[in-house]
């Protein structure tokens, strides 16, 4: 099957930081990728729709200044929290749908955790 | 009001139980999909509806998509310890390019 990798696994950093989280599809070229939240216990929440080469769709209530979202390849999308505050702690997971599968299949990568102190 | 009712939220069994979620909706969807989390990991797809009244199976776990293409379910036959995990349905809609995810079945299978 498909094959998403995401980077770094984990992060810890300080409040007013910001940090890049890259997601990468390693056998297929994706020219839409999805970000998605998730919080302990719950499904996924949806945060934008990344299309390589235009601007990020983000759903209601997401702050695009707060989440940056660059899809510079079709193989490249990044998520950069800026000015990262303890409540952006959360599991951080991408997704990519294969142009090749007719049925909107998304392959998930293994997320990240980020933890703001 | 959610777009598709994924229940139950919490299922605790002990092993070689069967098992069955559901994921229901008043809309109608053009594929379903059916993915598997385990903590502190990404959703691993299992399985991909397409068609009004289809079943697939997979090993021990079979899935169904209704007639009217509105609601599925995933059986699990005698349950085992490694299907423990976040169960999530995914729904695609014509006109949409998001997919449209249930709420979640935590799973947990005791030996």
């Known amino acids: 099957g498909a094959v998403v990798s995401q980077h770094p696994s984990w992060v810890i950093c300080k409040s007013g930081t910001s940090v890049k989280i890259e997601c990468r599809s390693l056998d297929f070229q994706a020219t839409t990728m999805f970000w998605y939240r998730q919080f302990p216990k719950q499904s996924l929440m949806l945060m934008a729709t990344?299309?390589?080469?235009?601007?990020?769709?983000?759903e209601q209530g997401v702050e695009k200044d707060k989440f940056l979202i660059n899809h510079a390849s079709l193989t490249l999308s990044t998520l950069t929290v800026t000015s990262a505050h303890p409540e952006d702690s959360s599991f951080y997971i991408c997704s990519a749908r294969d142009p090749g599968q007719v049925n909107y299949e998304q392959y998930f990568g293994p997320g990240t955790r980020l933890t703001v102190t | 009001t959610q777009l598709l009712e994924q229940s139950p939220q919490f299922l605790s069994i002990q092993e070689g139980e069967n098992l069955t979620v559901y994921c229901n909706s008043s809309?109608?969807?053009?594929?379903l999909q059916w993915y598997r989390q385990e903590p502190g990991e990404g959703p691993v797809l299992l399985v991909t509806?397409?068609?009004?009244?289809e079943v697939k199976k997979l090993k021990r776990l079979t899935f169904q998509f209704g007639d009217a293409r509105k609601d599925s379910s995933l059986h699990i036959t005698a349950a085992q310890p490694g299907d423990t995990g976040l169960y999530l349905c995914a729904g695609a809609r014509e006109g949409y390019s998001t997919l449209t995810f249930g709420k979640g079945t935590m799973l947990l299978v005791s030996p």
């Open positions: 990344s299309n390589e080469g235009s601007k990020a769709t983000y």
């Open positions: 509806v397409v068609t009004g009244g």
């Open positions: 809309s109608v969807f053009s594929s």
